[in-house]
């Protein structure tokens, strides 16, 4: 006698797919550390390139873990400091277009 396979295009149910409190509030304190951080910032916090890139995606994704509210609010704030780091970082550089 066989198993019944499972619906491979089944939606997986909402609970599942949650994180504990535990980690949502891990989560939250990292995203809270890092936007005090930037906010702080005078220039750029990281040194190189990739680390920024892995610092915007760590929020970027970290954001959906909390109530879309607060995570919406959270980026907003870190999206403009970031900003602002970006335009000090690139003060009197001229932008390569290509020849």
Do not use: C, H
């Not at 005090?36 to 040194?47: F, G, N």
């Not at 680390?51 to 870190?78: S, V």
């Amino acid at each position: 006698m066989s198993t019944p396979q499972a619906d491979l295009f089944a939606t997986p149910a909402p609970e599942a797919d949650q994180p504990s409190a535990e980690v949502v509030a891990l989560v939250r304190a990292r995203l809270q550390a890092t936007l005090a951080l930037v906010k702080a910032a005078q220039a750029m916090p990281w040194s190189d390139q990739l680390a920024i890139i892995r610092e915007d995606n760590a929020f970027r994704f970290g954001k959906d873990l909390l109530p879309p509210a607060e995570g919406a609010a959270l980026w907003a704030e870190f999206d403009a400091e970031m900003n602002r780091l970006y335009a000090i970082m690139n003060e009197g550089k001229e932008p390569d277009l290509g020849d």
